[in-house]
């Protein structure tokens, strides 16, 4: 069973800066386009940030655009989410997602063209 493992979340206060972190030991991300998305209680799964595999083109919400940056250290098979000015409303299970759909960039914010998912982790943003 394919696995994406994500770490790095917690608890932080308003404007302070968390770094999300997603390994698999079985996919080669290299194949893969990446993506982060969340979900808060009682809304629906939401699209973050994405990372193209072909030229690392990436892609953001509207409302974490210039405060979080998705990186890709194929190497190490690790994805980044670095959040800055974090913020109450960012608040919410974070998910990794590796997508081989070759609608990708044109689907890249709908969760159904992902293949294979993290089991997610917390942040928590306290104002």
């Known amino acids: 069973q394919v696995q994406l493992v994500e770490s790095g979340g917690g608890l932080v206060q308003d404007g302070d800066s968390l770094r999300l972190s997603c390994a698999s030991s079985a996919l080669t991300f290299s194949r893969y386009a990446m993506g982060w998305f969340r979900q808060a209680p009682g809304k629906e799964r939401e699209f973050v940030a994405g990372i193209n595999r072909s030229d690392e083109s990436t892609y953001y919400a509207d409302s974490v655009k210039g405060r979080f940056t998705i990186s890709r250290d194929n190497a190490k098979n690790i994805v980044y989410l670095q959040m800055n000015s974090l913020r109450a409303e960012d608040t919410a299970v974070y998910y990794c997602?590796?997508?081989?759909?070759?609608?990708?960039?044109?689907?890249?914010?709908?969760?159904?063209?992902?293949?294979?998912w993290g089991q997610g982790t917390q942040v928590t943003v306290s104002s």
């Open positions: 997602a590796a997508s081989y759909s070759n609608r990708w960039q044109r689907l890249r914010g709908d969760p159904n063209y992902y293949n294979y």
